[in-house]
């Protein structure tokens, strides 16, 4: 089970776009705020920080 769920910091301007991430052993889960119970993505932990280096990285920027 996910727990420690928090919303990211860049959702606090546009509350329509809300995500947020919680933990497990190894694993990272996302939802979305506004549908908490519609299910999640889950990632092991070494995924997460790969695609979290890439955001901050520049890798998807357009």
Do not use: Y
């Not at 299910?39 to 357009?62: C, M, P, Q, Y």
Request: charged content about 25%; proline content about 3%; some cysteine.
């Amino acid at each position: 089970m996910f727990t420690n769920w928090r919303k990211s910091t860049k959702s606090l301007h546009n509350p329509e776009q809300c995500v947020e991430v919680g933990t497990a052993p190894n694993m990272t889960g996302v939802r979305d705020t506004k549908d908490r119970d519609g299910g999640l993505l889950s990632f092991t932990n070494e995924r997460w920080s790969s695609f979290v280096a890439a955001i901050k990285g520049g890798k998807f920027d357009a």
